[in-house]
């Protein structure tokens, strides 16, 4: 399992990124995909999954109606759409290959290497 994550930067307060995670090794088609993030001095947080078969993604609540989950099986590219990004959204964010919830998320060794997103004026 190879997940490559870009796309990071810096951004002020309000602005947008786009990640994408390029994944390789597995069928990605056939497979949920997750967002995790991690802010320094904090646990990891899930935010994000998205499923196969055309079943709408789930949020945590504190991204729902700001972040955008998509995949492009062609591609095999996952991506995350973040809109109206906040200070707090700080944190490196990380693919994962399965699925999670704010009660768990995939295990570590199915994760990226991650990309780091700062919002900050």
């Known amino acids: 399992v190879q997940l490559v994550e870009s796309g990071g930067g810096m951004v002020p307060p309000g602005g947008s990124l786009r990640l994408s995670c390029a994944a390789s090794?597995?069928?990605?088609?056939?497979?949920?995909l997750s967002w995790i993030r991690q802010s320094p001095g904090k646990g990891p947080e899930w935010v994000s999954t998205c499923f196969t078969g055309g079943y709408s993604p789930y949020y945590a609540d504190s991204v729902k109606g700001r972040f955008t989950c998509s995949r492009d099986n062609a591609k095999n590219t996952l991506y995350l759409q973040m809109n109206s990004l906040k200070p707090e959204d700080t944190a490196l964010y990380y693919c994962?290959?399965?699925?999670?919830?704010?009660?768990?998320?995939?295990?570590?060794?199915?994760w990226g290497q991650g990309t780091q997103v700062t919002v900050s004026s």
């Open positions: 090794g597995f069928l990605f088609s056939r497979s949920e």
């Open positions: 994962a290959r399965g699925g999670g919830s704010e009660r768990s998320m995939p295990p570590r060794e199915y």
